[in-house]
């Protein structure tokens, strides 16, 4: 079974020389490594016009979804690997991405894990569910895609790549295979080292940007009418005069803080560290959930505004 791996990079010449170390180390190469790049201007285009090995393909302005379109229908091979130049792979990442594929299935489904290397970026991979391959429900998992591989022929059966969609545009392909039920394999032992943002500002970016694609895509609207309606019942718990609804509003949040607390524990090696976390984490709990409120009300008024149009049904 040949393979190709595609990917889009923008702006990426601090993370592309790790990138494409890794991908040198695969046990098993690729047998054809197609990359887009979205009009950089940071190098990072030189850096893959001579890196051995690498057809680069330039196509400025070009957003994700179509960065992979394009890297797809550059591609000879009919089974795809998609990567993420931000990302570092572990040696066995491809090896493992094909064995699902080469036992028939239409989907490789990697796992990931985070690279951490400061106190806040411990509390902020904190906030993602765990994605131990233990704790992965191979019926239910919706895959990055910065591990995952393919048969072209599944990717065009749902129309490529939403280019009409700025962000989410993996989830929303996702979503689409589970509704026409492909199969979909996890490959537990194919993972990506992914970097987490490395300050608040970026993460509140991230997770606006999110959940506005969440609302340009009419994806998970029953989550987010949760967490307003969640935040909504806070808000008069707290502007109460009574005491009850502040003890049930506390005790809710602590229970709501409790996991990703315990996750960022796992991560600490001191007693001050972990006492620090306490505090921290359930802060920016609140503070990416204000994030997604944003981007989600921003992404409901470019639908309304025809700022995004999705495709018709």
């Known amino acids: 079974m040949k393979i190709t791996l595609v990917a889009t990079v923008l702006n990426a010449a601090d993370h592309v020389p790790a990138f494409l170390e890794s991908i040198r180390a695969q046990t098993r190469q690729p047998d054809e490594v197609v990359i887009v790049d979205g009009g950089s201007t940071d190098g990072t285009a030189e850096l893959l016009r001579a890196a051995p090995g690498v057809v680069l393909v330039e196509e400025p302005g070009a957003n994700i979804a179509r960065g992979r379109n394009v890297a797809i229908a550059n591609a000879t091979y009919e089974v795809l690997a998609v990567a993420d130049a931000d990302c570092e792979y572990g040696p066995a990442w491809l090896a493992e991405l094909l064995g699902p594929l080469e036992a028939g299935a239409d989907v490789a489904m990697g796992t990931y894990e985070p690279i951490v290397g400061t106190f806040f970026e411990a509390c902020v991979v904190a906030l993602n569910l765990p994605v131990d391959p233990a704790d992965v429900n191979e019926a239910t998992f919706l895959p990055s895609a910065r591990s995952v591989a393919f048969r072209r022929e599944?990717?065009?059966?749902?129309?490529?790549?939403?280019?009409?969609?700025?962000?989410?545009?993996?989830?929303?392909?996702?979503?689409?295979?589970?509704?026409?039920?492909?199969?979909?394999?996890?490959?537990?032992?194919?993972?990506?080292?992914?970097?987490?943002?490395?300050?608040?500002?970026?993460?509140?970016?991230?997770?606006?940007?999110?959940?506005?694609?969440?609302?340009?895509?009419?994806?998970?609207?029953e989550r987010h009418a949760l967490r307003f309606g969640v935040y909504a019942g806070l808000a008069v718990a707290l502007a109460s005069r009574r005491t009850w609804p502040k003890v049930l509003a506390a005790v809710g949040g602590a229970a709501y803080a409790r996991g990703p607390v315990t996750r960022a524990w796992a991560r600490m090696s001191t007693a001050r560290d972990r006492g620090l976390a306490t505090v921290v984490v359930p802060a920016l709990m609140a503070f990416v959930d204000v994030a997604k409120m944003v981007g989600y009300l921003a992404g409901l008024a470019d639908r309304l505004t025809g700022r995004v149009r999705p495709p018709q049904a």
Request: charged fraction near 20%; proline fraction near 9%.
């Open 154 to 221: 599944a990717i065009e059966a749902v129309g490529g790549y939403p280019e009409w969609l700025p962000i989410g545009e993996d989830m929303w392909v996702n979503l689409r295979w589970r509704e026409r039920a492909f199969s979909l394999r996890l490959a537990p032992g194919a993972v990506a080292r992914w970097r987490p943002r490395p300050s608040l500002a970026a993460t509140w970016t991230q997770y606006l940007r999110y959940a506005r694609g969440d609302a340009h895509a009419g994806m998970w609207p």
